[in-house]
C-alpha cells in the first residue's frame, strides 16, 4: 500500500489536475489487464485448439470427404505450427521437422481441395477459410523468423514461403473462378 501511496504522491506533484479515483482506478485497471494478458496463451493464430495432434490425425484418417479432409489437412498445420514454435524455444532441434510437416500438410490440403471439380465456386466459404488461416500462418511465420538469429532462419523461411505459394495459387484459383462467371 505504501507504493501506491507513493505513486499518488508522484502523480500529484506532476499533475495540477489529479483525481485520486481516476489514478487509482486507472492504476488497478492496468494491473488487471496486466494479469490478463500474462496468463493468455493466444497468439496472433488465436487461441490454441482443443484437439491434440493425434485426434486430428485421426480425424483425417476418418475422413472420407475431400473438403472434410481438406479442413483437417488444415487443422493439423496449424498444431503443427504451434507445436513448432514451441520446440524452438526449447531448442531441442525437432522444429525443422515440425515445419517440413506443417509444410507437407497446408500442401496436401491445397491438392485436396483442388482435385474437387469447380471448388472455388462450389467451397467459397472453405476457400477464404482456408486463405485466412495462410494469412495469420505468414504473418506468424514472419515475426517469430525476426526473433531467430540469422542462421536459424532456414525452416521458417521455407515454411513460410510455402505457406505464401499456397496462398498466391488459393487466391489466383478463386479469382480465376471468379473471371470464369463473368464478375
Not at 127 to 149: C, G, P, Q, S, T
Request: net charge positive.
Amino acid at each position: 500500500m505504501d507504493d501506491l501511496f507513493q505513486l499518488e504522491v508522484q502523480l500529484r506533484k506532476h499533475s495540477s489536475n489529479f483525481c485520486r479515483n481516476s489514478a487509482i482506478t486507472a492504476l488497478l485497471l492496468s494491473t488487471f489487464l496486466a494479469g490478463c494478458a500474462a496468463g493468455n496463451k493466444q497468439t496472433i493464430m488465436g487461441p490454441p485448439g482443443k484437439l491434440t495432434l493425434p485426434e486430428a490425425e485421426k480425424q483425417l484418417q476418418e475422413s472420407k470427404a475431400p473438403i472434410q479432409r481438406t479442413r483437417n489437412y488444415i487443422q493439423i498445420s496449424d498444431i503443427l505450427l504451434r507445436h513448432a514454435r514451441n520446440e524452438t524455444l526449447q531448442d531441442n532441434g525437432n522444429a525443422s521437422v515440425l515445419l517440413n510437416q506443417y509444410r507437407d500438410s497446408i500442401l496436401s490440403a491445397q491438392h485436396t481441395l483442388f482435385a474437387l471439380r469447380k471448388s472455388s465456386q462450389r467451397y467459397a466459404k472453405d476457400y477464404m477459410k482456408f486463405e485466412v488461416v495462410l494469412r495469420h500462418h505468414i504473418r506468424w511465420l514472419n515475426d517469430w523468423k525476426l526473433e531467430l538469429a540469422v542462421p536459424d532462419r532456414e525452416p521458417v523461411n521455407e515454411a513460410m514461403d510455402t505457406a505464401i505459394g499456397v496462398r498466391e495459387e488459393l487466391l489466383r484459383s478463386f479469382l480465376t473462378a471468379d473471371e470464369v462467371k463473368g464478375h
